[in-house]
């Protein structure tokens, strides 16, 4: 059971690039989100999705595009990476409210750097 | 709208102190809440929850109670160890909500 996993753990773009962060769980979870966080604000919700084929935003979305064509996996796309978007992105899945465990489960991380 | 208010870091304490970080929260209905530990260069992993008033998570050492007439879930160990050393963040749920909501994190270093 890998639980929540996320390709790639390093990465260095140039501004202007493009990139997608996979994620991926083989929990059957019905949520999935992604983060970003910075230091000294905690963990800041970027998008997520309760289901395939519904995504949401969430505080910060600017420059992120994300899609959930299956239950399994929820990429996160920069479609023009700025310097600002230079972060750790985390990828988490739930179950839906109402289960008996209710916690998120994260993936390890991806470091990005954009110059 | 919900929202969660943990204690500022750092945190420095010896090995063997007691520790207590704060975490208050707003809330309409019956949320769960959460702590969640981070170690150096790894991701989130849950370390207690409770789901509703009076309730008690416990783990590893660590125990928070679920206060609805304070609004607060504070997390305390009677005796940290160096391995304690991480960051710390209190997190809530609502109970028809798709997101959690985290506070800030507390950064917890531990001296031998």
């Known amino acids: 059971n890998a639980g929540v996993t996320q390709t790639p753990k390093f990465q260095v773009l140039k501004t202007g690039q493009s990139m997608t962060l996979q994620c991926a769980q083989d929990?059957?979870?019905?949520?999935m989100s992604w983060y970003r966080q910075d230091p000294g604000m905690g963990l800041r919700l970027i998008h997520y999705?309760?289901?395939?084929?519904?995504?949401d935003q969430g505080e910060v979305p600017n420059g992120y595009n994300v899609s959930r064509s299956t239950t399994e996996d929820f990429p996160l796309r920069l479609l023009s990476a700025a310097p600002s978007q230079t972060s750790v992105y985390f990828c988490?899945?739930?179950?839906?409210?109402?289960?008996?465990?209710?916690?998120?489960?994260f993936g390890p991380g991806t470091r990005l750097t954009v110059t | 709208g919900n929202s969660v208010t943990q204690m500022e870091g750092p945190v420095t304490l010896s090995e063997e102190a007691f520790l207590t970080i704060n975490c208050t929260y707003t809330?309409?209905?019956?949320?769960?809440l959460f702590w969640y530990v981070q170690y150096p260069g790894e991701g989130l992993q849950l370390l207690l929850k409770?789901?509703?008033?009076?309730d008690k998570g416990s783990n590893k050492g660590f125990e928070a109670t679920y206060r609805k007439e304070t609004t607060s879930f504070h997390l305390e160990k009677g005796s940290v160890q160096v391995s304690d050393s991480a960051v710390y963040f209190c997190?809530?749920?609502?109970?028809?909500?798709?997101?959690?909501?985290f506070g800030s994190g507390t950064r917890l270093s531990i001296r031998p």
């Open positions: 999705s309760v289901g395939a084929g519904i995504t």
């Open positions: 409770a789901t509703k008033a009076d």
């Open positions: 997190a809530l749920r609502g109970s028809s909500a798709s997101k959690i909501i």
């Open positions: 988490a899945s739930s179950p839906r409210p109402g289960t008996s465990t209710y916690e998120q489960y």
């Open positions: 929990m059957n979870h019905e949520y």
């Open positions: 809330a309409t209905g019956y949320p769960s």
